[in-house]
T-cell receptor, first 116, second 114 residues
Framework: GENVEQHPSTLSVQEGDSAVIKCTYS??????FPWYKQELGKRPQLIID?????GEKKDQRIAVTLNKTAKHFSLHITETQPEDSAVYFC???????????????FGTGTRLQVTL | DAGVTQSPTHLIKTRGQQVTLRCSPK?????VSWYQQALGQGPQFIFQ???????QRGNFPDRFSGHQFPNYSSELNVNALLLGDSALYLC?????????????FGEGSWLTVV
């Protein structure tokens, strides 16, 4: 089955700096890669996603890049703020259409701490 | 627009007991998936329901079962509870079961088995 590895497990940055979290996946058939932010005791919230027909996607301070050849994708957060502090999970799923379930396989998470 | 809602939010059960967790999908969504998230780990896929049928199942024993109703809501049942079943149980919904469809999570049900 699919395996998703995520690094680093913890990341501490100063406010205003950039943060980068990297994930690799094992199944070349995976075609959808969402990122979720989870604050303590809260549900995972989708912050950005990318599909395999796109190499990069940006939404304000957040961007995701995908390298299908190397089977890795990364989350980039610029101008970090204290409210960015949370656990971030990458995930992957595969399927090509009707009848294919959209099971998400998650990475192990990155605890991001933004210090003042 | 109502998001994914789950009940109960917290519950404590004794080893060997049975538990039922409930989920209502986001308005307009017809597909429900269940995930188990142990403390400090990422969510693990349990199973997915679409058109009232289990479409895919993760590596969970038969003690874990589910159901989807005609209004798309869903239940997760766990029998013969073990201490290791203590976790946050997340319900997620999407429009259709296909990869690439945006998946939204509920706040979860915290289950403690003592």
């Amino acid at each position: 089955g699919e395996n998703v590895e995520q690094h680093p497990s913890t990341l501490s940055v100063q406010e205003g700096d950039s943060a980068v979290i990297k994930c690799t996946y094992s199944d070349s058939a995976s075609n959808y890669f969402p990122w979720y932010k989870q604050e303590l005791g809260k549900r995972p919230q989708l912050i950005i996603d990318i599909r395999s027909n796109v190499g990069e996607k940006k939404d304000q301070r957040i961007a995701v890049t995908l390298n299908k050849t190397a089977k890795h994708f990364s989350l980039h957060i610029t101008e970090t703020q204290p409210e960015d502090s949370a656990v971030y999970f990458c995930a992957a799923s595969k399927g090509s259409g009707t009848g294919t379930a959209s099971k998400l396989t998650f990475g192990t998470g990155t605890r991001l701490q933004v210090t003042l | 627009d109502a998001g994914v809602t789950q009940s109960p939010t917290h519950l404590i059960k004794t080893r060997g007991q049975q538990v039922t967790l409930r989920c209502s999908p986001k308005s307009g969504h017809d597909t429900v998936s269940w995930y188990q998230q142990a403390l400090g780990q990422g969510p693990q896929f349990i199973f997915q329901y679409y058109e009232e049928e289990e479409r895919q199942r993760g590596n969970f024993p038969d003690r874990f079962s589910g159901h989807q109703f005609p209004n798309y809501s869903s239940e997760l049942n766990v029998n013969a509870l073990l201490l290791g079943d203590s976790a946050l149980y997340l319900c997620a919904s999407s429009l259709g079961p296909f990869s690439g469809n945006t998946i939204y999570f509920g706040e979860g049900s915290w289950l403690t088995v003592v």
